[in-house]
């Protein structure tokens, strides 16, 4: 079975690319994030592709105020500065999800398909895989 702390990470479709070809190996998150490193995780492109798309460890989780992330991992993000402000615009500290062990799905497990196969919601932002997800989940989890 998963482990209790799979991540589900939902990725606008340009920066699930970016991880997959190892140019955003820090992902960013408004809010904080409770999982201790080498949790899975599985990389969820949004729409249009709409697919599982590839799973990732966790190398850290690391929170910081948002000016000092920048400083410090601009080059790791896939993004530039005005677009690092809006997202994190209202908060004060960004999460930073050091990414590792990136691995490509051959085939994506396309939202349909997760639906086909059991009760599916992909997260806003991100969530923890829960036993009511369907099985190819669980089975990525093992995999990651």
Do not use: C
Request: charged share 20%; glycine share 4%; no cysteine.
């Amino acid at each position: 079975m998963t482990s209790p702390k799979t991540l589900l990470l939902s990725l606008r479709p340009r920066f699930a690319a970016a991880i997959l070809d190892g140019t955003k190996t820090i992902e960013i998150r408004r809010r904080p994030v409770n999982a201790l490193p080498g949790t899975p995780v599985i990389l969820y492109a949004s729409s249009p592709v709409m697919a599982i798309v590839g799973t990732a460890r966790l190398r850290t989780v690391e929170s910081m105020p948002a000016d000092m992330a920048w400083q410090r991992f601009q080059s790791s993000f896939a993004l530039n500065r005005p677009e690092f402000d809006a997202y994190l615009d209202g908060v004060d500290t960004a999460v930073l999800l050091h990414l590792r062990a990136i691995n490509t799905l051959n085939e994506p497990l396309p939202l349909r398909g997760l639906r086909q196969s059991g009760t599916f919601q992909p997260p806003q932002s991100f969530r923890y895989v829960a036993a009511s997800d369907p099985a190819p989940l669980h089975r990525l989890a093992l995999t990651a």
